[in-house]
């Protein structure tokens, strides 16, 4: 059986960067960045006053009373302070040519002709030099970052309105199941509810692609081949149909058309399908819930990042803190739940294909090694993130 990195590396063969677009800053939240953000201007633009008080020239005089000479809003530009004067400042207003320090109006009596300043500052004090903040073509968010409103806050204050990002793959699912209804229908007969369309479609977008189409499909070859025509996406992902039974409908279909099938050494997700349709890179994930969600996990999330230029998250090694049962030859991905640093099992089920109302419960999945049959309280085990 191929090993769990051996099957992520020829997956992460098949796919490259695919490119990036020109995006408003509303709708840039949580997208890759993929060049540099530069400030078009200094920020501040000018020297501005960082309370509301009174611009003074410190080498004028002292505390005392002096004459108000004018008054400075934020956003008007001021006139030259008079030689023997102050002028009433505002938070964020332009420092008047000839003032050097501001003092706070809570240092003063607060009047608007006549002023009492009770404190006389250093040059300097209160003032925000221009360009304290961003130097003009500096950078200002540095690329690549999963963009978040601090940082397109930071790109308007710079004064661009736009980021370049990544573009978003573009995914198409395909889930088969002759068993399955959508949620919310009344079940009959052997059918259960298809839980896999959803979990790939929300992981889709959680990851940072597009879902361009997403189809459930029964158990029959020309139904399946019909879902895949004419698809326009940078990755395929299929569910279920994959295993060595009567009615594996993915593998029976593309296995003469350049998809390979075969066991990976996991659990749960052994068996797997992988290879190009039609020039598209395509993962066939089994059908059990979980597997799906793990595959999803372990293959595709490295795929999506690839293709938007950014590094797969790394693992955490963390300790065990109530230990486990693994299957020996095979690596197995077990749902756990982290509390003060430390893992636990989420399930009571083990790491079981099929315990997906389980998942909710999980924080994280532990990657268990082959070799290991019994993970101990005390030992210590690589965790994987279900999020970005």
Same mark, same amino acid.
């Given at each position: 059986?191929?090993?769990?990195?051996?099957?992520?590396?020829?997956?992460?063969?098949?796919?490259?960067?695919?490119?990036?677009?020109?995006?408003?800053?509303?709708?840039?939240?949580?997208?890759?960045?993929?060049?540099?953000?530069?400030?078009?201007?200094?920020?501040?633009?000018?020297?501005?006053?960082?309370?509301?008080?009174?611009?003074?020239?410190?080498?004028?005089?002292?505390?005392?009373?002096?004459?108000?000479?004018?008054?400075?809003?934020?956003?008007?530009?001021?006139?030259?302070?008079?030689?023997?004067?102050?002028?009433?400042?505002?938070?964020?207003?332009?420092?008047?040519?000839?003032?050097?320090?501001?003092?706070?109006?809570?240092?003063?009596?607060?009047?608007?002709?006549?002023?009492?300043?009770?404190?006389? /500052? *250093?040059?300097?004090?209160?003032?925000? &030099?221009? $360009?304290?903040?961003?130097?003009? @073509?500096?950078?200002? !968010?540095? +690329? =690549?970052?999963?963009?978040?409103?601090?940082?397109?806050?930071?790109?308007?204050?710079?004064?661009?309105?736009?980021?370049?990002?990544?573009?978003?793959?573009?995914?198409?699912?395909?889930?088969?199941?002759?068993?399955?209804?959508?949620?919310?229908?009344?079940?009959?007969?052997?059918?259960?509810?298809?839980?896999?369309?959803?979990?790939?479609?929300?992981?889709?977008?959680?990851?940072?692609?597009?879902?361009?189409?997403?189809?459930?499909?029964?158990?029959?070859?020309?139904?399946?081949?019909?879902?895949?025509?004419?698809?326009?996406?940078?990755?395929?992902?299929?569910?279920?149909?994959?295993?060595?039974?009567?009615?594996?409908?993915?593998?029976?279909?593309?296995?003469?058309?350049?998809?390979?099938?075969? /066991? *990976?050494?996991?659990?749960?997700?052994? &068996?797997? $399908?992988?290879?190009?349709?039609? @020039?598209?890179?395509? !993962?066939? +994930? =089994?059908?059990?819930?979980?597997?799906?969600?793990?595959?999803?996990?372990?293959?595709?999330?490295?795929?999506?990042?690839?293709?938007?230029?950014?590094?797969?998250?790394?693992?955490?090694?963390?300790?065990?803190?109530?230990?486990?049962?693994?299957?020996?030859?095979?690596?197995?991905?077990?749902?756990?739940?982290?509390?003060?640093?430390?893992?636990?099992?989420?399930?009571?089920?083990?790491?079981?294909?099929?315990?997906?109302?389980?998942?909710?419960?999980?924080?994280?999945?532990?990657?268990?090694?082959?070799?290991?049959?019994?993970?101990?309280?005390?030992?210590?085990?690589?965790?994987?993130?279900?999020?970005?």
């Amino acid at each position: 059986m191929r090993s769990v990195a051996e099957h992520r590396e020829d997956l992460l063969a098949l796919v490259s960067p695919i490119g990036s677009e020109s995006v408003l800053l509303s709708d840039a939240l949580g997208r890759v960045l993929a060049d540099d953000v530069l400030a078009a201007a200094d920020a501040p633009p000018f020297d501005n006053s960082a309370m509301d008080g009174y611009a003074i020239r410190v080498s004028a005089g002292g505390v005392g009373s002096w004459r108000v000479s004018q008054d400075i809003p934020a956003g008007r530009m001021p006139s030259a302070l008079e030689p023997g004067t102050v002028a009433r400042i505002m938070t964020g207003a332009p420092m008047p040519e000839g003032a050097d320090a501001v003092v706070p109006v809570e240092d003063s009596d607060g009047g608007i002709g006549q002023v009492e300043l009770r404190t006389w /500052p *250093v040059v300097g004090r209160h003032v925000r &030099p221009a $360009g304290a903040d961003m130097i003009a @073509g500096a950078v200002v !968010v540095g +690329a =690549p970052r999963l963009l978040r409103a601090a940082d397109l806050a930071a790109a308007a204050a710079a004064g661009q309105p736009r980021v370049t990002v990544a573009r978003r793959p573009r995914v198409s699912i395909v889930v088969t199941g002759d068993e399955l209804a959508p949620p919310g229908a009344t079940l009959t007969g052997a059918e259960i509810y298809d839980a896999n369309s959803t979990v790939l479609s929300a992981a889709v977008r959680e990851w940072g692609g597009e879902v361009v189409s997403a189809q459930r499909v029964g158990d029959g070859p020309a139904e399946l081949l019909r879902s895949l025509e004419g698809i326009e996406a940078d990755l395929i992902v299929t569910a279920g149909g994959v295993s060595a039974g009567a009615y594996d409908v993915v593998k029976e279909s593309l296995a003469s058309r350049g998809v390979t099938f075969g /066991p *990976v050494a996991m659990q749960p997700g052994k &068996p797997q $399908g992988w290879g190009a349709l039609h @020039g598209v890179p395509i !993962v066939c +994930a =089994p059908g059990n819930p979980v597997s799906v969600a793990v595959t999803f996990r372990l293959f595709v999330v490295p795929m999506l990042c690839a293709m938007l230029g950014v590094p797969t998250p790394p693992l955490r090694r963390l300790p065990v803190v109530e230990g486990w049962r693994s299957p020996q030859g095979r690596t197995q991905v077990m749902p756990v739940r982290i509390l003060d640093d430390a893992v636990l099992p989420a399930t009571a089920g083990g790491s079981g294909s099929n315990l997906v109302g389980s998942l909710a419960a999980a924080d994280a999945y532990a990657l268990v090694p082959a070799e290991v049959e019994m993970v101990m309280p005390g030992t210590t085990v690589d965790v994987m993130g279900l999020v970005p």
